[in-house]
């Protein structure tokens, strides 16, 4: 479906009556003809909505809350200083992430360090940076951080990473133990095995590292079908009581209370979320995602059983930026078919290759046909937008669009999170160009690939064959 009710944009998006749209004050039509296409467009308007709104919510009802901006969502260096000037700390998960957090200016003392089988290059890249904390994912990773501190004579913080039992979310929804198969598996040490106190001993017992507390990621569910804002909620909730019961056991077995307790991220931003299936016939539903101060409650009152006042750090991604970034496409080709099934297919410049997490889970991205009225009428024919590349390739399927035409633009919505991050050059196609909006303002924020840039990792001169044919 389309959304020219615009119910379901971002507060930064607006449809005029004559059809032109605009994000953060910059006409997309404008920004196509002076950029091309296909291209991202940041708004920086948005993203501080999002992260102030969020603030406000936690600050409302935690003591010391801390707010890390998860750089894996979108770590365009436009996105990273506009998060670092609101105050956000940095949760980063390679070396090339902490690289680029200290270049945009983030200062070491609020940048968090996260990954499972971190590299020892990492390691010490973190370690000589002086980061506020490396959340510890193994026993063996302790023995690893433990010869870097040595080799350079320094102590290092150090929050370690549980996997979570979830015993009672589990009994009250058995349904979700694929869900949390498929995003936890690898991650952290286990409460339930021992292996999580263990860990937590074994950073204790070390004089080159300091304890400063734990840290969970209970992640997005909204890969499920029957994704609800209540299901996600009472997820947050069980998960901080969980952490909050383990800090206890932890504060019995050893004496030392839990400086800060990291409950990762999980969020969306939005009033909605766009769940699809690609392949099946339909490009879903929206689902309402939880408002911030929801979430926050929710929060509060996993907390409840805290008796000591910790640090509660937050690391979240697709709240910061997934609706505060849209691609921009123009329409290559229309085609009407009448098997399998009636259908317009609509072609576009950009590909699935610039979003594969849609084909990673269920979210899906809203549409709006620039330079068409909000109250156009759609078109009779369902409408599949695809991609040019030579697989199969569904931008958006089954959606209601007005009766768009060759050369015609579509913005695709809520293109923030695990799309630029996740593109690829599937067929050679260079990834798009990226700007920054700030109420009007437009700046350039990543250029646009060029087949220079595709072929320059080749290996210069290589002959496999004979000169002047083949073998």
Known sequence: MSISDLAHAPEVLAHAPDGS?????ADLARLAADHGTPTWVISASQLRHNYTVLHAALSARLSRPVIAYSMKANNNRAVVQTMAGLGAAMDCSSEHELALAVSAGVPAGKVIINGNGKSRAYLTAAIRTGVWQINVD??????????????????VPCAVRLKLSYTTLLERDPS????????????????????????????????ELEFVGVTHHAGFPGIRADYTAERQLMH?????????????????????????INLGGGLRSGRSVYLSTPGNGTDGEFRALPRPEEYAEAIAAGLVQADWDPIVQFETGGFQVGNA???????????????????????????????????LNRVGFPVIAVGQRPDAPVHPLPVELVGPTCAYDSVAEDILLP????????????????????STQFNGFPRPA????????????????????????????????????TA
Request: with cysteine; proline share 2%; hydrophobic share 45%.
């Open 176 to 207: 979700y133990e694929r869900t949390l198969r498929v995003a936890e598996g690898k991650f952290g040490s286990s409460t339930r095995s021992g292996d999580a106190e263990a860990v937590v001993k074994a950073v204790l017992a070390a004089e």
């Open 236 to 260: 947050q909730t069980l998960c901080a009581q969980e952490i909050v019961e383990f800090a206890r056991l932890l504060r019995r077995a050893t004496g030392v209370t839990v400086p800060r």
């Open 138 to 155: 193994s026993i063996a990773e302790v023995g690893r951080i433990r010869a870097i501190a040595r080799e350079l004579g320094v102590t």
């Open 434 to 469: 990226v700007v920054y909006v700030d109420d009007g303002v437009v700046r350039p924020a990543r250029r646009r690939e060029t087949l220079a840039d595709i072929w320059e990792r080749e290996s210069a001169g290589l002959d496999l064959w004979p000169a002047g044919g």
């Open 403 to 422: 009766d768009v035409r060759e050369g015609g633009l579509v913005a695709l919505l809520n293109h923030g999170a695990y799309c630029e991050v996740l």
């Open 21 to 25: 749209v605009s994000f953060d004050g």
């Open 325 to 359: 970034v849209l691609l921009l496409a123009r329409v290559q080709d229309v085609k009407d078919v009448t098997r399998p099934r009636e259908r317009r297919y609509v072609t576009l410049d950009c590909a699935m290759t610039m979003f594969t997490g849609r084909g």
